[in-house]
């Protein structure tokens, strides 16, 4: 369980890492934090979800897992499509780059895919709207 917990926070800082070296390339309009989404105005946040999260290992100890992650994107009085369009422009830019992430503990990327599309999280009274979409990456360890 433990090496379980170790290979997500791994996980997350890899795909973090990933997102925000190519913020521009990406079309982002600020730095995704790591846990953390600014009480209001703009703001991009990866976050841990329970869900589909596995890891199998065969018996020689090849290992394939999946892990489910959120992205929150937020903004205050400004118009919903430019909040949600940067969920859509990571979708994109993962679809183009499926096996480009590099995890560590020589773990290869088969696949990084939204599986639920962008969708109202929360709104507040001054204004401030956050979208949470919901993304998966797959991988595959050989021994």
Not at 48 to 55: A, D
Not at 60 to 73: H, K, L, Q, R, T
Request: hydrophobic share 30%; charged share 25%; proline share 4%.
């Amino acid at each position: 369980m433990n090496n379980s917990k170790s290979t997500d926070v791994l996980i997350v800082k890899d795909v973090l890492d990933y997102l925000n070296k190519r913020q521009s390339e990406i079309g982002l309009p600020c730095p995704i934090e790591l846990e953390d989404i600014a009480p209001k105005g703009l703001s991009m946040s990866l976050q841990q979800i329970t869900g589909e999260k596995y890891v199998e290992k065969d018996i020689v100890g090849n290992e394939d897992g999946s892990f489910p992650f959120a992205i929150y994107s937020q903004n205050t009085n400004a118009d919903k499509l430019g909040i949600i369009q940067p969920l859509w422009n990571i979708s994109d830019y993962f679809d183009k780059h499926k096996q480009d992430i590099v995890l560590q503990d020589g773990k290869i990327t088969v696949n990084i895919e939204m599986t639920g599309t962008p969708g109202l999280y929360s709104r507040t009274k001054d204004g401030t709207v956050t979208y949470q979409a919901i993304y998966k990456v797959e991988y595959y360890k050989e021994v």
